[in-house]
């Protein structure tokens, strides 16, 4: 598995859990949430253009992701925390291809999803400085 | 020779043990280290001037980490004008993060994890600020 296979599957996961958890929200999160889930299906396009200008067959999502039981708004609020953290650590790491198209692409994608890890966790009221998005702990 | 900051120090070990001291030194510094480094004290100078204190710790954070990789090399501070205004701020977090992002894909050494991962911090202090 590429890095970008593996950015397109974390891309995947988090748009499947935005469309179960965000009607768990309401206010600002739930705005914020209609607006992330549109942001990564624009990624998951970016990347299956990528996959047509290169010429191979981008991976298929799978036909469900565990989510567990999202019973009510903090339930869905910890769930996309995880998800955003779990899709900037993927392309955090994807970073380190050595091709420059791959390099480059990864990059674009970690950067932006280091700002919808900031955005998701202000709108949630959690404290956004980070000096290493994604790093593993 | 060597393209990466780890051959050129295992080279320089080499040459050391071939009594060849004098081509062992490291004479000069990273560039792309550098540039970072003196970006994330300047970034660092501009948030805690704003209040953006934790905006301004990971910049602290960035530029200790920089040192330490630049070592037995200091980079003296330069004399930059702080931000204005939250709008001059933004603009200079992305900034700092394009020239992040440039010298991950542009750099020779082992660090372009490293330059991404200032270049995506960077990139989430604007967004926030803007």
């Known amino acids: 598995m590429s890095a970008v296979d593996a950015g397109l599957a974390a891309e995947y996961a988090a748009i499947f859990a935005y469309s179960a958890a965000a009607v768990r929200l309401d206010g600002d999160p739930r705005t914020l949430a209609e607006a992330l889930e549109s942001e990564h299906r624009s990624r998951r396009d970016t990347l299956l253009d990528h996959y047509a200008a290169t010429g191979t067959d981008a991976p298929a999502p799978a036909p469900g992701y565990d989510v567990g039981v999202i019973a009510d708004a903090a339930a869905a609020q910890e769930l996309l925390t995880g998800v955003e953290l779990n899709v900037t650590a993927t392309w955090r790491a994807g970073v380190a291809a050595t091709d420059p198209v791959e390099r480059r692409l990864c990059l674009d994608m970690y950067a932006a999803s280091a700002v919808s890890l900031a955005r998701w966790r202000l709108a949630i009221g959690q404290a956004v400085a980070d000096p290493w998005p994604g790093r593993p702990e | ?130």
């Open chain 2, 1 to 130: 020779m060597f393209t990466t900051r780890r051959g050129l120090l295992i080279g320089a070990a080499v040459l050391a043990a071939a009594g060849c001291t004098e081509q062992a030194q490291i004479i000069t510094s990273d560039a792309d280290l550098t540039a970072a480094l003196r970006t994330a004290r300047s970034l660092a100078r501009g948030a805690e001037a704003l209040g953006y204190n934790e905006i301004a710790e990971d910049h602290r954070t960035h530029a200790a980490t920089l040192e330490r990789l630049l070592r037995p090399s200091t980079i003296e501070d330069e004399e930059a004008e702080a931000p204005a205004d939250a709008e001059a701020l933004a603009a200079a977090e992305a900034a700092g993060s394009a020239e992040a992002a440039e010298s991950s894909m542009t750099t020779l050494s082992d660090y372009a994890v490293l330059f991404g991962e200032i270049a995506a911090s960077r990139a989430a202090h604007a967004a926030v600020i803007a």
